[in-house]
């Protein structure tokens, strides 16, 4: 069998330094935490808002989707944020990340948005159809999808704190 020597470049130094070691695990990944923790927090936010506002509580509230803040926002803007405070805001990475957070933010807060807006007329329509009508005991749809621009903020606001301090604690604890 014929060898080859292959020159080392900067070019490879710099694959094989980004390359995963053995030792790396999944309980190490930063940016996975770091989203994690945003859905997490900001769906208990969800909760605790609703109790305020309405005085009880209702533990729907941490698997619900729409309401403040948004945790949709709120996961991809840390995730984005937690990627560059780990490997720089310059490389793909975060460009990749930079994306994805910015499709979700637009998305939750237009398509899902007005898709909710048109379960609640649907809905009205339904409800005031004659109960001999077929459709008369059809199952309400869910209104609440999507999130308002306030919401949508909150969530990319919280989710870029959490990756912040995450990132502050990470370089502590190293």
């Known amino acids: 069998m014929r060898t080859v020597d292959v020159p080392v470049t900067a070019a490879t130094t710099s ?3 980004r390359m995963p070691t053995s030792s790396s695990s999944i309980f190490q990944n930063f940016p996975l935490f770091a989203a994690l923790a ?7 936010m969800k909760l605790f808002i609703s109790w305020y506002k309405e ?5 729907k509230q941490l698997i619900a989707s729409g309401g403040m803040p948004s945790s949709h926002s709120a996961t991809v803007t840390a995730l984005a944020a937690a990627i560059g405070f780990t490997d720089g805001f310059g490389g793909s990475e975060f460009a990749i990340a930079m ?3 910015c499709v979700v933010m ?9 898709a909710g807006r048109q379960a609640e007329v649907l809905n009205q329509i339904v409800f005031e159809l004659p109960a001999e009508h077929p459709l008369a005991d059809t199952r309400p749809l869910r209104e609440l999808l999507g999130h ?4 949508v903020v909150a969530g ?4 870029f704190l959490i990756a912040a301090m995450g990132s502050v604690i ?5």
Do not use: C, M
């Open 15 to 17: 694959v094989e330094s």
């Open 38 to 44: 945003a859905f997490l927090i900001a769906q208990s």
């Open 55 to 59: 005085r009880r509580w209702d533990a």
């Open 99 to 101: 994306i994805l957070a």
């Open 106 to 114: 637009y998305d939750s807060s237009g398509v899902r948005l007005h």
């Open 148 to 151: 308002t621009p306030p919401q």
């Open 156 to 159: 990319g606001i919280l989710g």
């Open 170 to 174: 990470n370089k502590i604890l190293s």
